[in-house]
């Protein structure tokens, strides 16, 4: 294990739902945490899936059922103090969970800094506010991480956007279809470049990375030339993320590494994926000299 010059807050984006933001998140997440990371899942996303899956993760693990969060995001946001939330899931990895009451963060954010549309001339005060907040929760608690990942909703918002500005670096996800490829180039195009251009974001995409590729799929192969076109394969991850049945039972029976099929995912995808993770900091300068 290298060691990190400093923690890495990352966050998985493409502009559309459903392409296995969580799930990269949730894997990846698992996987940093056994090979010794120190990690943190920040769940931002009010339909909570990510929470679930890694409270059943907690679960399994301390063969335990129905274990509480105690304290909501949108109350620890409230109160600016995320630490009372933290769970601890696994040896190595915690969690801030995310709860429904999280849908209120656009209205709780409107009546604290205002509102302003980009026309305004105070749009650019009040936006700054919104989009950093989440940077701000998360600096007291960063040092206590090698890595920090956070998940967030479908289509771009504050959340997303908070996420993004509270981000070392970005993965781009994508899958290999033409509508989720056209929501990672908007994404990109849109709002990660006003985040940059307008907001003085300190962010950078650390890698593209597809996902439920099917091989000798026309579609699947197409679009990744796009990507391969359009972003250099240098900046593509070496492992693409090929559809996997396996994957699809995380949600229902949490992230787990103990039976055959997992241990066969893990040793297919998931590790190569971690690795591939990891030399991309590596490229970056994201760990000490040895
Ligand atoms: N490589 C894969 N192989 C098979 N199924 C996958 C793969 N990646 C994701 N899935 C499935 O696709 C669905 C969507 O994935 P996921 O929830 O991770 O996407 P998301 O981008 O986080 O969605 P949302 O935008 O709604 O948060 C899930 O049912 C998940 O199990
Ligand atoms: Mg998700």
Redesign the pocket.
């Known amino acids: 294990m290298k060691r990190l010059k400093q923690p890495l807050t990352i966050t998985v984006a493409?502009g559309?739902?459903?392409?296995?933001?969580?799930?990269?998140i949730r894997f990846l997440s698992y996987n940093l945490a056994l090979k010794g990371y120190k990690t943190l899942v920040v769940d931002e996303?009010p339909?909570s899936?990510t929470t679930k899956t890694m409270l059943i993760t907690k679960e399994n693990h301390e063969e335990k059922e129905h274990y509480q969060i105690n304290k909501t995001l949108m109350a620890g946001v409230r109160d600016g103090d995320l630490k009372p939330l933290i769970t601890p899931i696994i040896d190595n990895l915690d969690m801030i969970p995310s709860h429904m009451d999280f849908k209120n963060l656009p209205t709780f954010l409107a009546k604290k800094y205002g509102i302003a549309e980009s026309i305004d001339k105070n749009y650019h005060q009040i936006e700054l506010k919104k989009v950093s907040f989440m940077r701000d929760l998360l600096e007291p608690i960063k040092q206590d991480y090698d890595f920090i990942l956070i998940?967030t909703?479908?289509t771009t918002s504050v959340y997303t956007r908070s996420a993004v500005y509270a981000s070392d670096y970005v993965i781009l996800?994508f899958q290999t279809q033409s509508d989720s490829y056209d929501g990672a180039l908007q994404f990109l195009e849109n709002d990660m470049s006003d985040l940059i251009e307008n907001f003085d974001a300190d962010t950078d995409i650390i890698g593209v990375l597809p996902?439920?590729f099917t091989y000798h799929g026309a579609i699947d192969e197409t679009v990744l030339a796009d990507a391969v076109e359009k972003f250099g394969q240098q900046n593509i991850f070496e492992h693409i993320?090929?559809?996997?049945?396996r994957?699809?039972s995380?949600?229902r029976l949490g992230i787990r590494k103990d039976t055959y099929w997992d241990k066969k995912l893990f040793k297919d995808v998931i590790d190569p994926l971690t690795e591939d993770f990891l030399n991309r900091v590596e490229k970056v300068g994201g760990f000490e000299d040895e």
């Not at 559309?16 to 990269?24: C, L």
């Not at 993320?241 to 049945?245: N, R, S, T, V, Y």
């Open positions: 493409n559309k739902g459903g392409v296995g933001k969580s799930t990269i996303d339909q899936n998940d909703p479908p996800a996902n439920q993320i090929p559809f996997a049945k994957i699809q995380a949600p």
